[in-house]
């Protein structure tokens, strides 16, 4: 659960980012709107991690700090740029998602209410940015969001 809940600080993180260099007023309210619901993940998991006695990731703050400046600057990429992060970002987050659901013991029924909620959260987010004209990333850029992801699933599972 400390990584799902690093990958929420980075995730409302990303969405301020991009808010902040939005252009077009809708994007910004739809950034806005998906960072709320973020937040609402992060207390989720936050509180499953006391409930689980676990502790959150002490390179939260370098998530946040590494997240907002990567929100920030693809938002000044342009709204149909950072629209298409938003959209391969969440659906990494899906494959994520699934894949820990996979993992999870059956008998975990709050961690599994909390986890299914939150894909399908992360999905619609996805599928809005896609919808309002997120555009394709290129193959170097999903590459390079996949290693980071990574880097910081092992990071915080650790640290």
Not at 6 to 12: C, D, N, S
Not at 43 to 71: D, F, H, M, T
Request: proline letters at 4%; hydrophobic letters at 40%.
């Amino acid at each position: 659960m400390r990584v799902n809940h690093a990958g929420e600080v980075a995730a409302q993180a990303l969405y301020q980012g991009q808010a902040l260099t939005a252009k077009d007023p809708k994007v910004k309210s739809a950034m806005h709107e998906a960072a709320a619901e973020e937040i609402d993940h992060l207390a989720w998991c936050e509180e499953r991690l006391k409930e689980l006695q676990g502790r959150p990731s002490v390179l939260n703050p370098l998530w946040y700090i590494g997240s907002l400046s990567i929100g920030a600057l693809a938002g000044a990429l342009g709204d149909r740029a950072s629209l298409g992060f938003i959209a391969e970002t969440e659906k990494q987050v899906e494959s994520h998602l699934r894949d820990h659901l996979e993992r999870l013991s059956p008998r975990d029924l709050r961690s599994r209410a909390i986890l299914t909620q939150m894909t399908h959260d992360e999905m619609k987010h996805g599928a809005k940015a896609a919808s309002m004209g997120g555009k394709p990333l290129p193959f170097p850029i999903t590459w390079a969001m996949r290693a980071t992801s990574r880097l910081m699933t092992r990071g915080s599972y650790w640290i």
